[in-house]
């Protein structure tokens, strides 16, 4: 039997799961300015409390936000490039050319021949001005020192990364394989006006992050942010914490992570990440883990842990392997670590991602933390024996959603269904001859679920192609967006009914829920 929920989910909520990279705007990609307010007017309109996003880390080889360059950095490419023509850095003549990028999807490929010089522009035009602010987003000086922990190497690995062309931090010149704080000294002048440009480019993003936020406060959303377990193994993290990972004296790590054969991947995912050192984090507090909770606490108001179940048990891949099956299963830090962060961060909201084939000592660490799990409608009948993804075995302490960013919509779920699963799914939900995701949105904020989380592509009803990543394969993924014609659609056609059913499912977050009965006021 599940526990009592935890403390901050005593209410019913609703939410909306849509990542930055794919809201509207005019530069190529979405960004921190006039798509995200317009599109958190549209959940306030709603009634929607939550809105769900991926990680925000700068991304590197893949577009995947799972693999950043940076645990505690953001994506330059969400910088509102609007904000800095407004303040005189940049022309209207120099983003033309990103305004003609695809509005329905991200070219990433013209995304970095296109933006990364036009961002460079604005950080030569800032340094000869001699100015400590871009009008309205606070002083340099003070976010540096604010950040200085993380900051500084993050700036350091970016630029050298630059001056050895792109190459990992492993394969660098040896002086400069692992971060000291005297790496600065060394640095050619080059790599230095490099790493001021970083850390001006975060000087941005964190500045439009917190209004962003402010902005989505006061019409009373939220925001529920992702931790990847794991981090890149070429990151401003490793380079920055060799001591964290287990990497042998060149850096490089014998063993790496990712997940056995499952119902996404017949191979398993051979995600290449480094894994920890958890000796070593147990030693010091796990110090560095809960710094890194800390500091995505600051952006986030609730955290989804990505890969629970690693916290427990975590598939270990000797290095080189051309796929996940000849991995093994090794014990992680288990409870220690979670209560750890309790006393660290009492206040923490956090979502437990335990998804895939859960056994029994996942559930009961889950359950001795104190976190709520996720429930997904695409794995109802036939994902587990117990189908314990069907809405009517549902705890009230838990998540539900139709689908996540690892699956296809549930509109092109639907289509794809064999005949025999398919009449089972049809006659469970009453789906009446129809193939839109609208009816299973009716169920999962039906479900006894306190949170209840739709992605943006079963809102908008749309097939397999609207995909915004497919595990186990490389290409095309992190590259859908919706347009500004699709969310003024959205709003006339549906906004009504999602209102309506965010009422009478009682999920306006207005009412905390109690295990008793109570009569009726006078």
Known sequence: M???????????????????????????????????????????????????????????????????????????????????????????AEVA???????????????????????????????????????????????????????????????????????????????????????????????????????????????????????ARAKGVGVIGDVPIFVAMDSADTWHHREVFRLNAQGEPSVVAGVPPDYFSVLGQLWGNPLYNWEHLARTGYTWWIDRLRAAFELYDIIRLDHFRGFDTFWEIPAGAPDARTG????????????????????????????????????ALRRAAGLPGMKILQFSFGHDANNANLPHVYPPGSVAYTGTHDNIPTRGWLEALPPDYAGMIR?????NGTNSAWPMIRVALATVSRLAVIPMQDL?????????????????NWQWRFTPTQLAGLRELRLATLREWIRLFDRTGRRPFRDYSEPPAP
């Open 2 to 92: 599940e526990p009592s929920q935890p403390r901050w989910l005593d209410t019913r909520t609703a939410g909306v799961l849509a990542h930055i990279s794919s809201l509207p705007g005019s530069y190529g990609i979405g960004n921190l300015g006039p798509g995200a307010r317009a599109f958190v007017d549209f959940l306030a309109e709603a009634g929607v409390h939550w809105w769900q996003i991926c990680p925000l880390g700068p991304t590197g080889y893949g577009d995947s936000p799972y693999q950043s360059f940076s645990s505690c950095a953001g994506n330059p490419y969400f910088i509102d490039l609007g904000e800095l023509v407004a303040a005189g850095l940049l022309t209207q």
């Open 97 to 215: 050319p990103l305004g003609r990028l695809p509005a329905e999807r991200v070219d990433y490929g013209a995304l970095y021949r296109e933006f990364r010089p036009v961002l460079r522009l604005a950080h030569q035009r800032f340094a000869a001005s001699g100015a400590d602010e871009v009008a309205g987003l606070g002083s340099l000086a003070e976010f540096r020192r604010e950040h200085e922990d993380w900051l500084r190497p993050y700036g350091e690995f970016m630029a050298l990364k630059e001056q050895f062309g792109g190459r990992a931090w492993t394969q660098w010149p040896l002086e400069f394989r692992a971060w000291s704080p005297a790496v600065r000294a060394t640095m050619p002048a080059a790599a230095l006006t490099e790493a001021e440009r970083h850390v001006f480019y975060q000087y941005l993003f964190f500045a439009q992050w917190r209004r962003l936020r402010d902005y």
């Open 328 to 363: 093994r299963w090794q014990r992680g830090p288990g409870l220690a670590f979670f209560q750890a962060v309790q006393r660290a961060l009492p206040e923490a909201r956090i979502i437990a991602e335990d998804l895939g084939y859960i056994g029994p000592e996942v559930v």
């Open 427 to 431: 006659d469970y939900y009453q789906l």
């Open 460 to 476: 908008l009803d749309l097939p397999a192609s609207a995909a915004l990543n497919r595990p186990g394969t490389a290409d095309g």
